[in-house]
């Protein structure tokens, strides 16, 4: 029996089944590559699904993190701390909002439980205490807390754990008339991604958001994107809604964030910010002095390194070296940035996925019909280029 063997024997007999049994036991990485427990490489494609935007091992996190476990690892929010204050002044400088705070929590799920709760605030004190009505987008995906849950619009998931407590009105994503006649005035919030990721990476239409916007504005309901896979240069900019010059109320961020350490942000802008009161919400990690010291690294070395421009321009050439192969099952690419989903002409993407780590590269099944990419936004020409040359192959295996 292999090591990778006997530990997912273990897994199965201690972890719950929730997550099936995963294929491979990864046991380090560095940059874009990883290591399974026998020593066999992958290229890291997924970057645990949009997480590990630096990659593994990145000298920046590593220095930031050590640092500061050293210096101070915990205050609780007994305490203010320097990393966090910090951490909250550059993503309100990033959002290039005149007001704003933040909310720290520990995933995106939580970003998105203080973001239902920053709405129910806002709309006692601002005369909207009988909205009850939160309007969200089919197929879209917001965590699996039970708040989160309810916004979430894949049936399948929300469906075994409901009633919820929450009147959710779902309207086909991208449908600009459907989400205008849905918002009305019982509708507290409209809570959307700007491009949907655990459906299959599907870009909202070009003026969605703006008319998301129009929409709220008009029924007096708040806006909040849900950038948690899309944020922090996902898409090849700071935040994907910055392309259609929207502003939301509310934001959620978090995979990226941490760059593999677990942190989560809600960020009320305007008033927004101030919506919760002392005592009406809280965490003990959340805002973790090793977290934001983390974060702070992520967004440096974003900045520093110029990956904006480096995560746009890769993945317009990967989009159209992929899209160049001509292959019976390969239907299109879609996505923006270093997120992307490759659009296959059947329901083989469990075997697609296979095939790709047997050739040595670690993506993700999103969809029966769609394999995700989410690499690290550190990915090399050269590596993008040695999987779109690997890729005919890995087709030709997933068909047979
Ligand atoms: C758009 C979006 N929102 C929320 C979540 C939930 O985040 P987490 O798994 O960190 O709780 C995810 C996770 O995939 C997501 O993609």
Redesign the pocket.
Known sequence: MTAGQKLTGRYAASIMPNYGQPPVALARGEGCWVWDADGERYLDLIGG??VSALGHGHPAIVQAVTRQVATLAHTSNLFVHEPEVELAERLLGLLGAAGGRVFFAN??????EAALKVVRRFQDKHGGADRHVIVAAEH??????RG?LALTGKASIREPFGPFGLTVRFVPYGDETALREATGTDCAAVFL?PC???AGVVPAPGGYLRAARAACDSAGALLVL?????GIGRTGAWFAHQREGVLPDVL?L??GLGGGL?I?ACIGLGECGTALDKGDHGSTFGGNPVACAAALAVLDTIAADGLLDHVASLGNRLVTGIGAIGHPLLTGVRGQGLWLAITLAGPVAGRAEEACRNAGFLVNAVQPDAIRLAPPLILSSAQAGLFAQALPAILTEAAR
């Open positions: 699904i949009a995933s995106g799920t939580e970003a998105n879209g995906f917001h965590g699996r807390t989160a991604e949907q990721g655990e849900d950038e948690i896979q899309s959620t978090a995979k677990p989560g």
